[in-house]
């Protein structure tokens, strides 16, 4: 526990606050004025990520408070810099497939290209980007995100009533609402035309909430012929559909590879060959270029509450800012009576004066950033800061003695946790250990190699556990009533540890069952070590014991504690049909069930005359020799049917099978006074003989 660490100690988010003063160096922090989702319940900015759709409203997944876009000036870290090194390294890593598709889409990388079309009748334009140019010939109509910068100057008098009260209506949906690829897709035209950058065709330019101006350049061509969603957008705005690709699209679009029709120097072509045609056509004549796009979008790291790290931050009446100096580290919070929001979007660390001004040695005045860091932040380099800390201070990350340390420890070799933070923490984290390694502080590209998605404990109902559905197991009643060893037995042993599994009472009674069992077999009824265990071994419990060492040991590796505990219980069995048991192989067997149930094996390691717990001991190891038995079951049928079973030399004949078999007292009996036709004798298995 002299590595428990806390992220709002100072002396810990001294680091947090260094390594934001490193990515402002980097450029990678900045401040944007954009359109954030704003929660006045919690009086503070949400991330995307933290923003729910609940009943068609935007609602904070903390305590469902509604949530509305508003512009305000907020910090920034230009993760989307390193959007390709998050995409490409997941390859690298041990982790679930489905956490790192996850992460895949959520970074979401697209290859097309930039289009420009022109305004009619003015000097604007605006870029689309698309990943079929080859689809170009076929653009009936352009959509633009409702809150796009060029949508109050172009729409006509005559429509800009209806494009106000659409824009208003789509402040009110989150992006994930507005994206969702379900929902019945709507808009309305803006009384203006682009210019089509080939044909020089007038096509109408629409709004419509699916197009969001934080992805991609918010704007769409749309190809109705081609696309279903733009398909679906026509027709329900008897818009044209013009096939460029040979096929029926009167009840459908075609978004296959085809041969390219009505589309001028692409005719012939397909996809591929059409895509780089257009896109060489469009960089010749200046009207576009190849681009690769990310849904990624940077991350929004402020917020307006006075619990999170301050930022190290001033902003001077000059209108210069500047990072306060690695001396004046941390940079800690103010004691306020008063914590509760400001009210003006602003944090309550806007009304700490005392704190909030400063003076310049020139005279110039000062004020401290008033927004606090996401929770995130403290969590991106945790795993850091336990290599890192020594008594209650941590090793300066930008020393010789942390470069050592963490070249030493790292990478984490084994995360467990939830999936639900597939595209927050654990994207954040291998962002932020980025940074690190390109600054040189860490000496891994990744921070955690494995990772391990554990499953959840369902009620006896086989639903999620709930205080309205009564289904929720205390475990500090479980430990009052069956022990603290017998949980964790239980909970290791109701399957696999990545499924949901439903509790069951009588599985827990199962558990403590086999404990006592266990405490039976290694301790008498005067808490002394049993008479069975002897220090002799007459080998015959060499083969199950080695197996189970083996068993065990491979299945702890892979995080199979059901079919760990399973085998154990084999040994068990055995353990009981013994005469006795060697002490060697009851230490042994001990130290493989300590992980599980350390409270009653660190006590029965002490009766067995330990003085130092059973934590020091080595790990027993197994002798594959002894893996191999030296006697074998064999079955013996009379016309197919089982007559005896025969314990013989694992390295008998087949004659001598045949022999031992036919010998066989019970066999005798079934075959006395009739002919037989034949004996089968399958190697290690089984001796059929067939009579008449």
């Given amino acids: 526990w002299d590595k428990e660490l806390n992220t709002t100690d100072p002396n810990y988010y001294k680091w947090t606050q260094w390594i934001f003063i490193q990515l402002y160096n980097m450029g990678l922090a900045e401040i944007r004025e954009i359109e954030v989702n704003w929660c006045e319940g919690l009086g503070t900015v949400l991330a995307n990520e933290e923003v729910l759709n609940v009943n068609g409203k935007m609602v904070s997944e903390r305590g469902e408070h509604p949530v509305i876009k508003k512009p305000m000036k907020q910090w920034v870290l230009k993760i989307t810099h390193y959007a390709e090194r998050l995409l490409q390294d997941l390859d690298t890593l041990d982790w679930p497939e489905s956490l790192k598709e996850m992460q895949r889409n959520w970074i979401g990388k697209s290859e097309g290209a930039l289009i420009n079309f022109k305004v009619d009748g003015r000097d604007s334009s605006f870029d689309v980007f698309t990943t079929r140019p080859d689809t170009v010939f076929g653009v009936s109509y352009v959509v633009l995100a409702p809150e796009h910068a060029l949508v109050d100057e172009i729409t006509t008098d005559a429509c800009r009533e209806a494009v106000k009260a659409y824009q208003e209506v789509s402040k009110a949906k989150s992006d994930l609402e507005r994206t969702e690829l379900n929902k019945e897709k709507s808009g309305v035209a803006t009384g203006a035309y682009a210019v089509h950058p080939i044909t020089n065709e007038l096509v109408p330019i629409w709004i419509g909430d699916y197009v969001l101006a934080s992805y991609g350049t918010g704007a769409v061509m749309a190809v109705p012929a081609h696309d279903e969603r733009d398909f679906e957008f026509a027709k329900k705005y008897d818009l044209p559909i013009k096939a460029i690709i040979e096929a029926d699209v009167t009840e459908a679009a075609f978004t296959d590879d085809g041969v390219h029709i009505e589309s001028d120097f692409i005719n012939g072509m397909n996809n591929a060959d059409a895509k780089a045609a257009v896109i060489n056509w469009l960089e010749e004549h200046a009207k576009g270029s190849r681009k690769v796009n990310y849904k990624l979008r940077d991350w929004l790291f402020s917020r307006q509450r006075y619990w999170g790290e301050p930022f190290p931050v001033i902003q001077w009446e000059d209108g210069t800012v500047s990072v306060v100096e690695e001396s004046e580290l941390p940079l800690e919070l103010p004691v306020m009576d008063n914590i509760k929001p400001s009210g003006t979007g602003e944090s309550p660390l806007a009304n700490a004066t005392e704190w909030l001004e400063v003076v310049r040695e020139d005279g110039v005045k000062g004020r401290r950033e008033t927004n606090t860091m996401p929770q995130w932040a403290g969590s991106c380099w945790y795993y850091v800061g336990y290599i890192l800390k020594q008594d209650e201070n941590y090793v300066g990350l930008n020393t010789e003695e942390a470069k050592q340390l963490l070249a030493d420890w790292l990478p984490v070799d084994l995360y467990i946790g939830g999936a639900e933070h597939a595209v927050l923490h654990l994207l954040y984290a291998r962002f932020w250990h980025k940074v690190l390694f390109d600054l040189g502080l860490v000496p891994t590209n990744e921070p955690f190699q494995r990772l391990f998605n554990q499953g959840m404990i369902l009620g006896e109902n086989n639903e999620k556990m709930s205080k309205s559905k009564g289904n929720v197991v205390n475990p500090d009643d479980v430990v009052a009533s069956h022990g603290a060893d017998t949980l964790r037995l239980y909970e290791m042993f109701m399957g696999p540890l990545d499924a949901a599994i439903a509790w069951s009472t009588d599985g827990l009674d199962g558990s403590r069952r086999f404990l006592d069992r266990v405490w039976r077999l290694f301790v008498n009824a ?167």
Avoid: C
């Fill in 526 to 692: 005067e808490g002394g070590v049993s008479e069975k265990i002897v220090s002799e071994n007459n080998g015959k419990l060499d083969k199950v014991y080695h197996e189970t060492v083996k068993k065990v040991t491979e299945d702890y590796e892979k995080l199979g504690f059901n079919t760990a505990i399973a085998q154990m219980m084999i040994f068990i069995n055995e353990g009981y049909k013994a005469e006795n048991l060697p002490k060697e192989y009851v230490e042994g067997f001990i130290k493989l069930l300590n992980p599980i149930a350390p409270h009653m094996t660190e006590e029965i390691w002490s009766i067995l005359g330990h003085d130092e717990s059973i934590t020091y001991a080595a790990w027993p190891t197994y002798d594959e020799a002894k893996l191999v038995a030296d006697t074998i079951t064999i079955i013996a049928q009379v016309n197919g049917k089982l007559r005896a079973r025969l314990e013989v030399p694992a390295s008998i004949t087949k004659e001598e099978m045949e022999t031992q078999a036919l010998g066989h007292e019970n066999v005798k009996a079934f075959i006395e006074g009739k002919d037989i036709v034949k004996v089968i004798a399958v190697p290690g298995k089984l001796v059929n003989i067939v009579v008449k």
